[in-house]
């Protein structure tokens, strides 16, 4: 049994402020990866430049990386980074920032790479340069796992490169989890309820590393009532609103999450990236890329959809995993976890045409059916498919 996370990680309220000389230790020019807006407004983005001002730290920041980030991205934002000589990068944002962070701190040292071929390059014998991430969301776990998500447009590819890039350094902070939209927070933990629960039902779970799941499957069960509250409000609040700009004031009204609750979700989320280090992601995931990447489902639901049809599978391999499972979330049946993802995500519906697509793909996916704690069958696979999305 090993564990291995090699990951400096802070979890803390000001926790960019109270390790900045972390920060700046890392190196001596640096290139920000971050979304459009979001690190702007919840103050991370600041908090950041503020810290490498005060240590000297030249920095550019790149703001333009998108939603499920692409070689694209990734290739003009290591140019970038190559023209100012940065030798470290940090990534402030969700999921899409961090992993587009560590595509371009491994390129940015491997110049015969091309962006395109980081799918396909060899895995384990590149190195990078150093990676701070910063999340400001509660659901990638990013800024404790070796992983990246890359999609590739020019092939229709959204997969993690076969990479090992752990960040050197992460700052994590529930306060910017106050200006998010409420969805967006319920998306994100949803993501991270799926990376524990994909790490217990797992072929490489044991004694050693479910003490991360486990563990965060019980946060995350303190945490479920008011998120269920919170997008219950929200849902009415929206239905009452008329237009989309008087949807987003809603927003702002739904339940409010209690701060300690920010600081709870995104430890979980936290706990929840390193178990999936552990293990790797598991069928959900690999039935997530195409729900995203065909038909523009954000993650955190397009692993939700599939969850609790996966648990169900699993509970014919190893009841009392699933038992575990569903006693930590404060769940009495798979009955009872399958409302509450209704609840917090709704439906999803697809054609007849794409459900069959995706399921023909996923029956020959065998890094993800690997996995599988027992013998899945295609049969098996249907019927997830067939119980997660409602056809049209
Ligand atoms: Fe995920």
């Known amino acids: 049994m090993r564990f291995f996370v090699p990951t400096d990680i802070y979890i803390e309220t000001d926790c960019v402020k109270n390790h900045a000389q972390n920060l700046i230790a890392v190196g001596k020019r640096a290139l920000i990866m971050t979304g459009q807006h979001s690190a702007g407004a919840n103050g991370s983005l600041n908090d950041v430049t503020k810290a490498l001002t005060a240590g000297d730290i030249p920095y550019l920041i790149f703001s333009e990386v998108e939603e499920n980030p692409s070689t694209d991205t990734v290739g003009k934002a290591t ?45 384990h014998l590149l190195n990078h340069a150093p990676i701070v991430a910063v999340p400001t969301t509660c659901g990638t776990g990013s800024e404790a796992t070796p992983v990246a998500i890359i999609t590739n447009h020019k092939i229709n590819l959204k997969k993690s490169i076969p990479h090992v890039i752990f960040p050197v350094l992460a700052l994590v902070d529930g306060k910017y989890l106050a200006t998010a939209k409420k969805q967006l927070i319920v998306n994100t933990a949803v993501d991270a309820l799926a990376h524990m629960v994909e790490s217990i039902l797992n072929v490489k779970s044991n004694l050693l590393n479910r003490m991360c799941p486990e563990y965060g499957l019980k946060l995350w069960g303190e945490c479920k009532d008011a998120l269920i ?11 009452n609103a008329a237009q989309d700009a008087e949807q987003n004031a809603t927003d702002k009204n739904a339940a409010p999450i209690d701060a300690s609750l920010y600081e709870k979700l995104m430890l979980t989320s936290t706990i929840a990236g390193m178990s999936i280090a552990q293990t790797s992601t598991a069928v959900p995931h690999g039935m997530s ?47 009872e976890f399958d409302e509450m993802l209704r609840k917090l995500i709704g439906t999803c519906t697809v054609t ?19 996995l599988v704690p027992g013998e899945i069958t295609p049969e098996d696979i249907d019927y997830i498919y067939e119980k997660s999305l409602v056809v049209e």
Do not use: W
């Open 229 to 239: 509250a919170s997008v219950t409000a929200n849902n009415a609040a929206a239905q």
């Open 352 to 370: 007849r045409e794409m459900r069959d697509k995706f399921a023909a793909a996923m029956k020959t996916n065998r890094s993800k059916l690997d």
């Open 79 to 123: 140019q970038i980074a190559r023209e100012f000589k940065a030798d470290f990068i940090i990534g402030i944002g969700g999921g899409s920032a961090i992993d587009a962070a560590k595509a371009v701190a491994l390129l940015l040292v491997n110049p015969d790479v091309n962006a395109d071929d980081l799918h396909k390059a060899p895995s």
């Open 289 to 335: 890329y195409d729900l995203t990447l065909h038909a523009g489902v954000p993650h955190g639901p397009a692993v939700g959809y599939f969850l609790a049809a996966y648990v169900e599978v699993c509970a014919k391999f190893v009841p009392q995993d699933v038992e575990k499972i569903l006693s930590l979330l404060g769940l009495n049946n798979i009955e």
